[in-house]
């Protein structure tokens, strides 16, 4: 590989890293205020207030501090969309000016393999820690027996996370084992496979070369990343679906995008093994350097 291709490719990891931090930021913020917005509107806090049936006030402030935390998570949220569809374009670009001059013979098979590596990598990374999905439990004018009514929404529920959050969130609920199988599923073995694609592919030994490959056929055997993307649309309909005297919402997040994109260039990745392997089966010894 030439010094100008490490150093594109050392700017494209770089420029990634910028806008994954500007998104991270911004969806930190929305986190943050719409937890301040379901929290304000928490029924716990509404119903066990005794002097709160007594007195509107309370509940009129709470509504109103939730409407502010609203707004803010809207905007903050808006903004992540922005930097999310920057980002998307920019890898998108990147990876179709690859594409380009590689079907125009710039550059070789092997080249273009470790760009479309690269691209599935910074997917996967912002997939992962990036929340994918947002899901809330709530009644609106809610009446407690008669004597009190609260006006508008009061939440029984909300969550957002992202794979690493939801991983954290059942150990620390000890359930080991499903948050073993995320963590090995959808963390460890994404990053193994592509680990083993990029050596596999910028290897000159032979014998390294198939060893690898076996490598590679086994752990594929266990790649939950479709299973994983499935899931979570399937969660994401049935708690929208719910019938149930408490209203439902939830709505897909970045996150959930991110590694479906990462979850369409691993399939794309696996042609460049597959092509490989294929050449070299044909032409035993001989290192793939063209198209």
């Known amino acids: 590989m030439n010094k100008a291709f490490v150093l594109i490719l050392s700017f494209f990891f770089i420029a990634s890293i910028f806008l994954g931090n ?15 917005y379901t929290s304000e509107l928490n029924f716990e806090n509404s119903l066990l207030d005794v002097a709160g049936y007594l007195d509107s006030s309370s509940w009129n402030k709470a509504q ?4 502010e935390a609203r707004k803010k998570s809207i905007l903050a949220k808006q903004s992540a969309n922005f930097y999310g569809a920057i980002t998307g374009v920019f890898i998108l670009i990147f990876g179709l000016f690859f594409f380009f001059i590689y079907q125009k013979n710039k550059i070789y098979f092997t080249q273009f393999g470790v760009v479309i590596l690269s691209c599935s990598l910074v997917l996967l990374g912002i997939g992962i820690t990036m929340p994918f999905i947002e899901i809330g439990a709530y009644m609106r004018d809610l009446n407690v027996g008669g004597i009190k009514t609260f ?5 029984f529920f909300y969550q957002c996370k992202s ?11 000890n359930n080991l084992i499903v948050g073993i199988a ?13 680990s083993l694609y990029f050596i596999y592919l910028i290897s000159n030994s032979l014998s390294k070369q198939e060893r690898l490959i076996k490598v590679i056929t086994f752990i594929g055997k266990y790649s939950m990343a479709d299973v994983y993307v499935a899931a979570c649309f399937l969660a994401f309909l049935s708690f929208s679906n719910l019938n149930t ?10 996150g959930l995008y991110f590694f479906l994109g990462y979850c369409i260039l691993s399939i794309a990745s696996h042609y460049f093994i597959v092509k490989k392997q294929s050449f070299l089966n044909h ?4 290192i793939l350097d063209k198209k």
């Open 22 to 36: 500007k998104l991270h930021q911004d969806i930190e913020k929305f986190q943050r205020y719409k937890l301040a």
């Open 64 to 67: 109103e501090n939730a409407k």
């Open 151 to 155: 006006d508008g929404k009061m939440y």
């Open 163 to 173: 794979v690493l959050g939801l991983i954290s969130t059942l150990f620390q609920s």
């Open 182 to 194: 995320i963590l090995l599923f959808s963390v460890l073995n994404p990053l193994l496979k592509l």
């Open 245 to 254: 005297g408490v209203k439902t919402e939830s709505s897909t997040l970045l």
């Open 283 to 286: 032409d035993e010894g001989s």
